[in-house]
């Protein structure tokens, strides 16, 4: 079948964008390679086809999906999270235009903002994103065309109302770029609050597997998407079909796995909690946490992201990043591993020094989805070699 955008979430998971191919019946959509399509005369194409970098099945299947599941008209895919973000502001932006992002946005879109695209004149102020007077203040100061937010943001959990943030990014006339790669649209839709934009690192959730780097833009407004369709076109940087093909199979199962990420990071976020080594557990799930309530209202379970902070310090962090065994020590998070991170020295290294600086005695817990039991005996063994 191919899922209508009415069906559930899991029904449009599996099938939008993944019709049986038409000649053989084969249920999983064939893997196309090619890079040229025959024409049947001059620029009588067959079906729209010509060059891979205009125009490939396997990107197309995934790019409907995409839309599908973030309720968009249009989904774009990209190399990477990084080359998304890209195209995007070369899409929006011109210099002398001003972006204003969360003051602990992802080290790497502050890179590109800051230390890349801020050489072709595009000025940047980075602000707490959960402070809204601050936001508008901020939006009114210069001529601010991009207002960018992480929610849940990497890596402190800090939870921001896109709908409030929508309207003070329009008010502005400014468009409103919601980085949905924490939450998934599994946990959250963005554009159904208002957002301009969804940017997605697939490497993380969305792909799910830790085996294939991708990133994606979705879009709603028609006139958004023929801008940004033209850039991912004209520039190039377009995700290669096996990469499509991976990410659209992980995307399938994105609701099941985002069920078991959230339990467990639920249960992890609770044994830490009651931890004498523990300085702070964040974690939009405990009831304590300042976002507690908005995210319970803009999400729809809290995902599998826990930062904690130790009362020990950066030794006490250290330590344990070392010396788990379920736990791997890695950058990236959103797989079926868990994972663990030292944002100031790994994720968040192209920050330190600036005001985007992690807490050096924070880590960052990506919860997979193996038994939560394991997941907590293997920090409990780690918490017991702290020096
Ligand atoms: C990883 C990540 C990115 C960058 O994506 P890449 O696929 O690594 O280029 C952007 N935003 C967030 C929140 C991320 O975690």
């Not at 025959?38 to 060059?51: H, K, P, T, V």
């Not at 590109?112 to 707490?128: C, E, Q, S």
């Not at 924490?182 to 159904?192: D, G, K």
Request: a negative charge.
């Amino acid at each position: 079948m191919t899922a209508n955008n009415n069906a559930g979430f899991n029904t449009r998971a599996v099938h939008a964008g993944q019709a049986f191919e038409p000649r053989t019946g084969a249920v999983v959509p064939p893997l196309h390679f090619s890079t040229t399509y025959a024409q049947d005369g001059i620029g009588n194409l067959r079906s729209g086809y010509e060059y891979g970098r205009g125009g490939n099945p396997t990107r197309d299947a995934l790019q409907e999906q995409l839309a599908a599941l973030e309720g968009g008209s249009a989904a774009f895919s990209f190399g990477s999270g990084l080359a998304a973000e890209d195209s995007l502001i070369r899409a929006l932006a011109r210099p002398g235009d001003h972006i204003v992002l969360g003051n602990d946005a992802y080290g790497g879109t502050y890179r590109l903002i800051n230390r890349v695209l801020g050489d072709w004149g595009i000025g940047n102020t980075p602000v707490d994103m959960s402070d809204l007077d601050a936001v508008a203040a901020a939006v009114r100061a210069n001529k601010t065309r991009i207002v960018w937010v992480e929610t849940p943001s990497n890596p402190m959990m800090k939870i921001t109302d896109i709908e409030a943030l929508a309207a003070v990014a329009h008010d502005a006339g400014a468009l409103l770029v919601v980085d949905n790669t924490f939450a998934s649209p599994y946990l959250q839709t963005p554009l159904a609050l208002g957002a301009d934009v969804v940017v997605h690192s697939t490497t993380k959730y969305i792909g799910g597997h830790s085996d294939v780097v991708g990133g994606a833009l979705v879009v709603k407004d028609a006139e958004l998407a023929e801008k940004i369709g033209f850039i991912q076109f004209a520039v190039g940087a377009v995700s290669g079909p096996m990469d499509a093909f991976l990410t659209t199979r992980g995307l399938k199962t994105l609701g099941v796995r985002m069920d078991r990420h959230s339990e467990n990071g639920q249960a992890v976020a609770e044994w830490l909690l009651q931890r004498p080594e523990v300085e702070a557990v964040l974690y939009p799930g405990l009831p304590d946490h300042p976002g507690h309530d908005l995210a319970a209202k803009q999400m729809k379970k809290f995902g599998g992201m826990v930062s904690v902070q130790f009362k020990g310090g950066e030794a006490a962090a250290r330590s344990v990043a070392e010396n788990t065994t379920v736990f791997t020590l890695a950058e990236s998070l959103g797989g079926i591993e868990s994972l663990m991170n030292y944002p100031s020295e790994m994720t968040h290294a192209s920050v330190k020094g600036t005001e985007l600086a992690v807490p050096v005695n924070l880590l960052r817990l990506s919860c997979g989805i193996e038994e939560a039991a394991d997941l907590i005996a293997d920090l409990e063994q780690a918490f017991a070699k702290i020096g």
